[in-house]
């Protein structure tokens, strides 16, 4: 069987692949009402959040869009952290509707500086949110949120958080740690396939998006929230339908295991493939303390292809792992384990690295 061991989309469960085959529903009907309430008061315990959740038809980047029109208005000033090609995507996004970014950038392979959050807030008070990525999947690093967001209340800043591909597979508890919208995506940890856009909206951001005046239709928190307190439940636009019946059963699948278990699970995975890759001679990418649980990137160094590794892995023993974007493209190869994950899923990536990497250049030394 093939191991699609990229960081999304990830493998689904069998209960989840077959719910999926069900005949479509009426989707302003009481049947579609009743699993997006159900799945709504689901995410809202695994974002650890008491504020509104909202299931957007798109994907993980539509979610980021959201986040920032209806938060935002042309002219504001926003600090974007970066630590890799999310982080750039997620300023981008805010500087193609009007907002005058303040970039706050890092080596890719390591993680933001809170202190330099610090120093740039105060720089420039004129701040009205700071962007950060809370798991840069494009280099594998997990930023310390905790201690960025605590930096960014003190400021008393929206704090707009990507964490399309830490949340409900790494800790991220929304409330606790005051993010005001945190954006996932279903094809990530969730064990769906893509096109569900999660976010979670606090009270402050409500208050933002009283002021905030960028265009947004497809994506107005303020449609979504009047559609899911109507009876039946609704979406404003037509949802997709069929990832809706499989993330219903993918979020009991969750809930049943345990969201601590969840984690830990995660996190014993992510250090098998961390030690697994180190057994055979090959370096991280990322600083280790801030290694991500969710993707491992590793460094092609000592004479591999990863290219070629990557090829080979898919051709010859039908292991699908991802490479390196943009600048890291040809530098880096990422294995994703995310969802639907274990460590004997991990052994099987790095016995077939083990038989490969001679065949892609690697000497090691
Ligand atoms: C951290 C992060 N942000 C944004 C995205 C973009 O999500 P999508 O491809 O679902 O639009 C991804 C997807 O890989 C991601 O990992």
Aim: aromatic content about 6%; overall charge positive; glycine content about 8%.
């Amino acid at each position: 069987m093939e191991q699609l061991r990229i960081p999304g989309p990830t493998p689904c469960p069998n209960e989840v692949l077959q719910v999926m085959s069900r005949q479509m529903i009426n989707h302003r009907g009481p049947q579609f009402g009743q699993i997006l309430t159900d799945i709504t008061a689901k995410l809202k315990q695994l974002f650890q959040t008491k504020s509104d959740v909202f299931l957007l038809t798109g994907s993980g980047t539509g979610g980021l869009e959201a986040a920032i029109v209806n938060t935002l208005s042309p002219g504001d000033k926003v600090l974007s952290v970066s630590i890799g090609v999310f982080g750039e995507r997620f300023g981008a996004i805010a500087e193609k509707f009007g907002a005058e970014v303040v970039p706050l950038r890092f080596e890719w392979g390591t993680a933001a500086d809170a202190d330099a959050v610090r120093r740039a807030l105060k720089a420039e008070p004129k701040i009205k949110a700071v962007l950060v990525t809370h798991n840069e999947t494009s280099t594998g690093v997990t930023n310390d949120l905790a201690s960025i967001s605590s930096i960014v209340k003190e400021f008393d800043k929206l704090l707009l958080v990507d964490a399309i591909s830490s949340l409900g597979s790494i800790n991220l508890p929304v409330d606790d740690w005051h993010c005001d919208v945190a954006v996932t995506g279903s094809q990530k940890g969730w064990m769906v396939p893509p096109g569900l856009a999660m976010v979670s909206v606090s009270q402050e951001a409500w208050q933002a998006h009283q002021r905030a005046k960028m265009p947004r239709f497809y994506w107005d928190f303020a449609k979504a929230k009047d559609y899911l307190e109507k009876t039946p439940a609704q979406t404003p636009w037509t949802p997709v339908i069929s990832v809706f019946f499989a993330l219903q059963v993918a979020l009991d699948m969750m809930l049943k295991e345990g969201l601590a278990n969840v984690f830990a699970r995660h996190a014993r995975v992510g250090k098998a493939a961390r030690e697994g890759v180190k057994s055979l001679g090959l370096s991280l990418f990322a600083e280790e303390s801030h290694a991500s649980n969710t993707v491992t990137a590793v460094a092609a160094t000592d004479g591999l292809d990863s290219k070629k590794l990557v090829k080979i892995l898919r051709e010859e023993h039908q292991v699908i792992l991802s490479g390196g974007q943009q600048k890291l493209d040809g530098k880096i190869f990422r294995i994703g384990h995310l969802g639907w994950v274990t460590e004997s899923d991990i052994k099987v990536v790095i016995s077939a690295l083990k038989k490969v990497l001679p065949q892609a250049g690697f000497r090691s030394s």
